[in-house]
């Protein structure tokens, strides 16, 4: 598969993405709870709940990390973004994906965005989309904490790519009476001991002593980060609109992608 390009000289009198209204592209971030894009020629961000309608109530097509519905997802994406597509079709994509999604998860979210019929598909790991939105210094390792509504997930990344990676089916959206702020917090802590047992160099430890990126609604929860802070005994560094990082990071990305000339070449193109 191929990686997604980095940044990339703009040529001359060629608007860059999003603002270039002849070449369409969508930044996409398919979450449990909330779907979220952004789409060349439009300054905001698109943000629904992950839910199809089949007939007679609403159905929730991506569950924990997994897409358990591939149709369903499709018939989503085409009601959010199909007549937003000008020119219809052809679009470039770039798909966030969780870090433990494996090669089950991008063919499910191939063939659900294949309803927009894209000339090219580009997956990046969520936690590097969240990266390149806080244009972080990939040369150092970097930690990143994706609190979720349905998932949270833990990811190491070394010179831009996933060295290791941990998940929880345990997020915002689970909080209730029996489950306090502390048990995601808890999660949270022993996944992280877990990946520097396993850690056999010290990138685990430089991450830590940089400060851990974090990301997702639960960022946004003082009950939430603040038992991580005294758990984690590491700096937190919030993302600013956490809740929206992965999709901005993702048209970062695509902002680059779209100035590759390879993607103008094939609508099969997928990355890693």
């Not at 998932?151 to 909080?175: H, K, N, P, Y």
């Amino acid at each position: 598969m191929t990686a997604v390009p980095g940044s990339l000289p703009v040529t001359a009198r060629h608007r860059s993405w999003p603002w270039c209204r002849r070449c369409t592209g969508i930044a996409l971030d398919l979450g449990g709870a909330r779907t979220r894009a952004c789409v060349s020629g439009r300054r905001t961000i698109l943000d629904v709940p992950t839910a199809a309608f089949p007939g007679d109530g609403a159905t929730h097509p991506v569950q924990r990390g997994t897409i358990v519905d591939t149709a369903a997802t499709a018939r989503m994406l085409d009601r959010l973004l199909g007549h937003r597509l000008h020119p219809p079709g052809q679009p470039l994509i770039i798909l966030t994906t969780p870090a433990l999604g494996g090669v089950a998860y991008r063919a499910a979210a191939r063939t659900a965005v294949d309803v927009l019929r894209p000339r090219t598909v580009l997956t990046v790991p969520a936690a590097r989309a969240v990266a390149a939105v806080a244009d972080c210094d990939l040369g150092r390792p970097l930690l990143v904490v994706d609190l979720g509504a349905h998932l949270t997930e833990v990811t190491l990344l070394a010179d831009g790519a996933v060295t290791d990676a941990r998940c929880t089916a345990l997020g915002t959206s689970d909080l209730d009476g029996l489950t306090p702020p502390v048990r995601i917090a808890e999660a949270v802590v022993a996944m992280v001991t877990a990946m520097l047992a396993q850690d056999r160099t010290s990138q685990m430890t430089d991450a830590l002593q940089r400060g851990v990126l974090l990301a997702g609604g639960g960022a946004l929860r003082g009950d939430l980060t603040g038992p991580l802070t005294e758990q984690l005994h590491a700096p937190l560094r919030p993302v600013p609109a956490p809740h929206t990082a992965a999709v901005r990071g993702a048209a970062k990305l695509l902002q680059a992608a779209h100035a590759h000339p390879s993607a103008a070449v094939t609508r099969t193109g997928h990355s890693s």
